[in-house]
């Protein structure tokens, strides 16, 4: 730990910049910086991430070389901040206390505004400022945040005591309390905290100070910030630092103000000044969705000489940033103060305009454009769009708040959310609730998207689903929720929690019912920045595709090749299944073959649709992999085996004979892969003469082929002789009878870890290698994937395991046996055969950016995944590609 412990800011210096966001988070790093570029920033200091990490060593305790700094710079706050003190009893210096780590995290920690009030100085402050119902509420919104937040007091009991008083006082809005009755709710908010507190309100303002440095200490391991470092995986950081900063105040009546902006509109990119204000409010007003705040571009007729200082803030920022900024502002007597800028979080779609915009505007360069963008957040591109041809109508409508159409089953709350996801995984349900908060988050995450009642494009609802990629639409004051009797009443029809509901995130619709969707096209800015990608990355992207259909949406989207061709997929046509099943069923190799030769034309054809969309790009298919048992009905399918018995034209008995024999204990380990034409070979043959006379017709009429026969499941080099030899002889007897050469390779998936650790042998073989790095992950760890809903979680929680290997390529175990396969794969064709192995990738890790940047490192030829993420697969190859 650095000697320092606390960094100052305020005036036109700092002693830290923007560089320090490890050390000064976000927040105060950013204060800092803004200082040292002139920005009016209220001065300050921050106590570094480090003495939280000291914090939590000493067993919560801030540790004493700390406690001096602190003093003295509280001292240089006040000289510079014109001379007030810090709880100077006539004319107080007030101060918040706010968290920040280094990564911004919404709403994960509490700020505690108004802090050094005291008994005397309450007075103190109604005399200076001549308005004491501004002095009074200052001070009842500091013991409630103060008790709520340092102290474990509920929020709700303080919320009671204003209900009960307004009543009282027969008035509606808070603002209608006079500074008596102000006075009042003190005493009674006072009661509150004693009672759970056990004592009085602090009326010492160092020590208000103090408790609440601690609070925000304590809140890096509460449970909001835990569940959200855990939902965005992020891990290493050292924890909050704290900042304190001198009050500015919004709440001084109408010449007064706060507001939140970004400095382009987040959901679309547009170069425009984007946000919300509220005359006379103060800190989290505008985004609490209490109040409707007013758009920023208003704030031109109100306050002329304000916004145009803003406007020029923004470029100023920008310039300086180069990235679009999210900016927090506060007018006290019409002079304006910034108290936040960070990086904005934006939606995919406004995060590729931004970056494109910003090249243009020579702000960054094309390589910086490419790295700029997360290529997750490009889902929020390839999002179901609502089908515009829909003929339901909008019942309301609220503010676009993150783009993109979603459907879903109504829930009413975060935990009903996580309940139904639990129960029916994968069925879509929409979140519909009056404000979410950082409790809602889990349930958030589970929606296809977000309805809320109240709250402006800054609330909390708004800022989450914007950096999920989620539809949202907040403020749509026609919702009416009914938690507890579990309705929702929209335009006077009343809906039902499980009814559908649909929403436009990019318009603000809503509308009853179900709309359907149709799926995202790559144009504009969005191939723009993926022609640039282009430009760096070495890894060729493939899609997985086992349909013309696919492969065609696959390439317009930028792949290059077919890595996985799924060929059961194709055995489950309903006009080839019976034949399927005939051939399992039959106990006689003539009989298989008889059954083989009806499925044989739907193959080929099949293929012939596959070769003609790629149109000369290369085609992995894999044969035949699953075991059969998964082409007949269950065990205790009694309707399910009575149809196949009509279809097929057998007896029930005989199909149960034959799926009893079939049963496995363990599939996965099973009859399957190569196996079954080791086993059968006229399947083998049956699928390799289809692939080669499909080549072989597309060839004819003048097309480019190039098939790769992948042979799956080899764990043996002798498995592999076999088949290799044997589907050569089919290839060459088919090109013979058709007198047309066509080139194709055999290659292998290397799904074993002992075909990994066997590689060398494998690669006299096998022309090629192909990590089927699914299997290659359960058979590694042991881990059957469809098991692992019982004991992930935990795992996951408990650290065991960082990510879930399924998602994301475990770099330490199957990461190694990777590593060991191509590197003795290539040794070894190299020198068997004077050829370079090509080597690439078909589990579903193909499209998760981490395993991108993996497959990079360890010299992979390509990845392929499915259509939809080739675009995120060839941003995060450039990414990978460009990282040092
Ligand atoms: P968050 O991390 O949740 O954005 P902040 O620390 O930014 O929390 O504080 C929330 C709000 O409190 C700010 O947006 C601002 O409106 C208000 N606030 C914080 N510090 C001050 C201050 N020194 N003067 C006036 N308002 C403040
Ligand atoms: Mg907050
Ligand atoms: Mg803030």
Redesign the pocket.
């Known amino acids: 730990m650095s000697q320092k412990h606390v960094y100052s800011f305020g005036g036109k210096t700092a002693d830290g910049n923007g560089k320090q966001k490890e050390l000064l988070g976000g927040?105060g790093a950013n204060l800092a910086e803004m200082c040292l570029i002139g920005i009016p920033v209220?001065p300050g200091f921050t106590i570094t991430t480090e003495v939280c990490a000291a914090y939590y060593e000493a067993g919560k305790k801030i540790p004493e070389a700390a406690v001096p700094e602190i003093d003295a710079a509280v001292t240089k706050m006040e000289a510079v901040f014109g001379g007030k003190k810090f709880g100077d009893p006539a004319d107080p210096l007030l101060v918040?206390v706010?968290?920040?780590a280094a990564l911004s995290m919404?709403?994960m920690m509490n700020?505690i505004?108004n802090l050094g009030l005291t008994d005397t100085s309450v007075e103190g402050l109604a005399k200076k400022t001549g308005n004491p119902r501004f002095a009074y509420d200052s001070f009842r919104r500091l013991i409630d945040m103060f008790g709520s937040t340092a102290m474990g007091c509920e929020h709700e009991d303080f919320e009671h005591e204003i209900h009960k008083l307004k009543e009282e006082k027969k008035v509606k809005l808070d603002t209608d309390l006079s500074a008596d009755d102000l006075k009042e709710l003190v005493k009674r908010y006072k009661a509150v905290y004693k009672k759970h507190v056990g004592e009085d309100f602090p009326n010492d303002p160092r020590k208000q100070l103090m408790l609440s440095i601690n609070a925000v200490f304590n809140s890096w391991h509460g449970h909001k910030a835990v569940e959200y470092r855990r939902i965005e995986r992020i891990t290493g950081l050292k924890g909050t630092a704290v900042n304190v900063?001198?009050?500015?105040f919004g709440n001084m009546g109408e010449s007064s103000g706060?507001g939140v902006a970004f400095t382009r509109d987040p959901n679309t990119g547009e170069n425009v000044f984007y946000g919300d204000y509220l005359i006379n409010a103060?800190?989290?007003d505008v985004v609490a969705g209490i109040r409707t705040p007013e758009p920023i571009a208003k704030l031109e007729e109100q306050m002329p000489k304000v916004y145009a200082q803003l406007v020029e803030i923004r470029q100023t920022l920008e310039k300086h940033f180069k990235d679009m900024q999210d900016i927090?502002f506060?007018v006290q007597d019409g002079v304006l103060y910034m108290?936040?800028t960070r990086n904005g979080k934006r939606t995919g779609t406004a995060a590729v305009k931004i970056a494109v915009d910003m090249v243009k505007e020579k702000l960054i360069d094309e390589a910086t454009a490419v790295k700029r963008v997360n290529p997750d957040s490009l889902n929020h591109l390839l999002q179901p769009q609502l089908d515009p041809k829909s003929k339901i109508k909008p019942v309301a409508q609220g503010i676009a708040a993150s783009p993109g159409g979603a459907s879903g089953k109504i829930v009413l709350s975060a935990e009903a959310a996580v309940e139904h996801a639990a129960k029916h995984p994968g069925d879509p349900i929409m979140l519909v609730r009056k404000e979410t908060s950082p409790e809602d988050v889990a349930g958030m995450h589970l929606a296809r998207g977000i309805l809320t009642s109240t709250g402006g494009k800054a609330s909390h609802a708004a800022v989450v689903a914007r950096g999920w990629g989620k539809p949202c639409v907040v403020g749509c004051e026609a919702v009416k929720i009914d938690e507890k009797a579990g309705v929702v009443v929209i335009s006077g029809q009343t809906l039902k929690a499980g009814d559908f509901i649909t929403i436009n995130g990019t318009t603000g619709d809503v509308m009853i019912g179900k709309v359907e969707t149709i799926a995202p096209s790559m144009t504009g800015d969005f191939s723009t920045l993926m022609t640039w990608a282009d430009k760096s990355r070495k890894l060729k992207i493939r899609t997985n595709a086992d349909s013309p259909a696919d492969a065609l949406k696959a390439r317009e989207f930028g792949a290059e090749g077919i890595g996985l061709c799924r060929t059961e997929h194709m055995f489950f046509g309903e006009d080839r299944i019976s034949a399927v099943r005939e051939m399992i069923l039959s106990t006689t190799e003539e009989g298989r073959k008889k059954a083989l030769a009806k499925i044989e034309p739907y193959q080929k054809a099949d293929f012939v649709g596959i070769f003609e969309a790629m149109d000369g790009f290369p085609v992995t298919i894999r044969l035949l992999d699953p075991p059969l048992h998964e082409f007949l009905p269950q065990k205790d399918n009694k309707a399910g085996a009575e149809a196949v018995a009509k279809q097929i034209g057998v007896t029930v008995e005989k199909i149960f004979e034959r799926v009893e024999e079939l049963h496995e204990m363990n599939p996965m380990m099973g009859f399957r892969g190569c196996r079954l034409p080791l086993v059968f070979p006229e399947i083998g043959d049956m699928q390799v003469r289809a692939i080669i006379e499909a080549a072989i017709e597309v060839k004819k009429k003048g097309k480019s082929v190039l098939p790769e026969i992948m042979i799956p499941l080899v764990g043996i080099v002798e498995e592999l002789i076999i088949l290799k030899k044997r589907a050569i002889a089919v290839a060459e007897e088919a090109m013979a009878k058709h007198g047309v050469k066509v080139e194709y390779q055999i290659g292998t998936m290397i799904e074993l870890p002992r075909a990994a650790l066997t590689a060398d042998k494998i690669a006299e073989e096998a022309e090629f290698f192909s990590f089927g790095t699914n299997d290659l992950t359960q058979m590694t760890f042991g881990f059957s994937r469809d098991d692992i809903k019982g004991f992930m979680p935990t795992y996951l929680a408990h650290k065991i395991l960082p990510v879930d290997p399924f998602q994301s390529i475990d770099v330490n175990g199957v990461g190694q046996l990777i590593e060991i396969g191509i590197q003795k794969g290539r040794k070894s064709r190299t020198e068997h055969h004077k050829q370079h192995l090509k080597v690439g990738i078909c589990g579903e890790h193909g499209g998760d950016p981490d395993s991108v940047h993996f497959c990079h490192k360890v010299g992979m030829d390509y990845v392929s995944c499915s259509p939809f993420r080739v675009p995120i697969a060839r941003l995060a190859a450039a990414q990978a590609a460009l990282a040092k």
């Open positions: 927040k209220p918040s706010r968290s920040g919404p709403g700020t505004l900063q001198a009050m500015v706060t103060q800190g989290e927090e506060t108290l936040q």
